[in-house]
């Protein structure tokens, strides 16, 4: 079971996963977080945070597609962190860790958000 925690930082999304990203329990229910904040906050870049992530499955992996797709079509971003070593795995053996940009921790994170604003 995949819980899903939101909250945002200096103007950004964080979407912190617990549980098994897989099955059919997962299919829209990321993209249906970012955008409740997106409509209630006005906020346009996520980062989601993996740490507690224990599973992902390929259906979990097109949430995350999805994911990123739709925030983006909103002119926005979507980043990931603290990635689990099984799931880094799988994002480097399916090549959607040229997709995403991913960091270690969530203050790599901001800053590179942050870097991003003052340009």
Do not use: H, R, Y
Not at 12 to 37: A, H, M, N, P, R
Not at 96 to 116: G, Y
């Amino acid at each position: 079971m995949l819980k899903i925690k939101k909250s945002s930082i200096d103007n950004i999304g964080v979407i912190t996963l617990v549980g098994k990203l897989s099955g059919i329990d997962c299919t829209g229910t990321i993209q249906e977080k970012v955008k409740e904040i997106n409509s209630k906050e006005k906020i346009k870049n996520f980062i989601v945070d993996m740490a507690k992530v224990k599973w992902i499955d390929s259906t979990g992996l097109g949430e995350l597609i999805a994911t990123l797709s739709s925030v983006q079509k909103q002119g926005g971003n979507m980043v990931l962190v603290n990635i689990p070593s099984p799931v880094q795995s799988l994002l480097k053996m399916t090549n959607l860790d040229q997709i995403f940009d991913t960091f270690n921790n969530m203050d790599d994170a901001l800053a590179a958000f942050n870097s991003k604003k003052k340009k």
